[in-house]
């Protein structure tokens, strides 16, 4: 899938930068930031313009509106979901 070319998809590692942190909680106000098991962020020209979060009971995926149907939506939700996969044992 190819993102507008300012557009990249991160899995931060947990727990999020307070800066992150920030972004996440506006743009997903219901999710609990400090409890989260995976999160996925969509980052253009230095601004997270969507978070897809998971934790505990729960998930919310949020993209600011003026980059909506661009398939940052779908990166999110693969990338979070890569974040879940078991990592296979080194051999």
């Known amino acids: 899938m190819s993102l507008p070319a300012r557009v ?3 899995r931060p590692p947990l ?3 307070p800066a992150l ?3 996440a909680a506006r743009l997903c ?3 609990p930031v400090g409890a989260l098991q995976a999160a996925a962020l969509a980052i253009a020209g230095g601004a ?3 978070a897809s979060l998971r934790w505990d009971g729960g998930e919310a995926q949020q993209i600011e509106s003026g980059w909506r149907g661009r398939g940052i939506e779908q990166a999110l939700a693969e990338a979070l979901g890569d974040a879940l996969k078991p990592q296979a044992a080194p051999q």
């Open 29 to 31: 106000p219901e999710a």
């Open 21 to 23: 942190r920030g972004a």
């Open 8 to 10: 990249r998809v991160t």
């Open 48 to 50: 997270v313009i969507g």
């Open 15 to 17: 727990p999020l930068t």
